[in-house]
């Protein structure tokens, strides 16, 4: 049987979901992602990785991308594989408009989409959601999940 609900209300439930399924969802801990650079690990100023309380710095739950040069292989030019990067010498600013894309983590993906479905149905409202409670300004998702 299918079941019609308004978008403000799937909202709402996912939001209770999301709470629930991920405890501290809407306290995630945010700062730049890293990748392996060949040289250690370095920052990466085009992803920003959310963390729950408690979780390992690098467990991310989710990230929020600039998606015109975020490239989930760590293939950036070199002048970002030496020094920090500039950007990285301060907190991200997750409200800037080139950090515009979500990539989930392989649990997080899993575990809404057997609640929900296809994310067809519950992207843009996840969307949403992330906006709201992080202030951001992601525009799409990004739908294979990082490692």
Not at 26 to 36: G, I, K, Q, T, V
Not at 47 to 56: A, D, I, K
Not at 61 to 84: A, H, S, T
């Amino acid at each position: 049987m299918k079941v019609s609900i308004s978008e403000s209300r799937f909202i709402k439930v996912m939001s209770t979901y999301l709470a629930s399924i991920f405890d501290g969802f809407n306290e995630c801990y945010y700062d730049w992602s890293d990748f392996n650079c060949g040289m250690g690990i370095c920052c990466d100023p085009y992803s920003v990785g959310f963390v729950l309380p408690g979780g390992e710095y690098d467990d991310y739950l989710f990230k929020i991308v600039n998606g015109e040069y975020y490239d989930e292989n760590g293939n950036y030019p070199e002048e970002l594989m030496g020094d920090l990067p500039e950007p990285c010498h301060s907190s991200p600013n997750i409200g800037d408009k080139d950090f515009d894309t979500l990539i989930l983590s392989e649990d997080m993906y899993e575990m809404i989409d057997i609640m929900f479905g296809d994310v067809g149905v519950w992207g843009g409202p996840l969307v949403n959601i992330i906006n709201k409670t992080f202030n951001s300004n992601v525009t799409h998702i990004h739908y294979t999940t990082f490692y």
